[in-house]
């Protein structure tokens, strides 16, 4: 049975491994020599203790997908706090849009995750009905929150929907009050 470590060891070299196919001639201009490389491959192994296996592998997947350059230990870090445990997650813009373009009664929304719900009510329905930057970026900051504490193991479901939550129809008898009010 392999252990904990071991299986550790294999994802730091899997790892490597990535970074050597996908940045085949700057990997070797950083790492020159086999020395190098197991001194890097220690360092990253001591810095990436804190993380899930999973996270770092998903980490390494968004870094191929998104750096045209060999990242730095500093740049795999950051992606490794910002990757989710579960790759099912839409990106921070995707789940912005998707928040956006949602409709009443929200619960019943198909949400492609809980935390996109759970970002939009946090931010607030109307502020996201006016889709400007500030409203974005609130949204992205309170859906990365989210993300860390889903990767903490949080776990997120949507309350279900109590009919008492559907909107009321209107009262014409106050109807009738407000055009007199208002002689309409």
């Not at 899997?14 to 020395?35: R, T």
């Not at 996109?116 to 400007?132: E, H, Q, R, T």
Request: overall charge positive.
């Amino acid at each position: 049975m392999i252990s904990n470590k071991e299986l550790y060891l294999d994802t730091i070299n899997k790892i490597f491994l990535d970074l050597e196919l996908a940045y085949h001639y700057q990997f070797y201009k950083v790492f020159s020599n086999e020395n190098k490389i197991n001194s890097a491959k220690k360092l990253w192994a001591e810095n990436l203790q804190q993380y899930e296996i999973q996270q770092i592998l998903n980490a390494s997947k968004i870094m191929i997908a998104k750096h045209e350059f060999l990242p730095t230990l500093h740049d795999f870090l950051k992606l490794c706090n910002e990757a989710p445990i579960n790759l099912n997650l839409p990106s921070s813009e995707a789940a912005f849009a998707e928040a956006c373009s949602s409709f009443s009664p929200r619960k019943l929304f198909p949400w492609s995750h809980p935390i996109v719900y759970f970002a939009g009510k946090k931010i607030g329905w109307s502020n996201l009905n006016l889709s400007n930057s500030a409203s974005k970026a609130q949204f992205i900051r309170i859906y990365k929150k989210l993300q860390l504490e889903l990767n903490n193991g949080i776990e997120f479901s949507i309350p279900n929907f109590d009919e008492k939550e559907k909107q009321k129809d209107t009262d014409p008898k106050l109807l009738e009050k407000l055009r007199k009010k208002h002689n309409i």
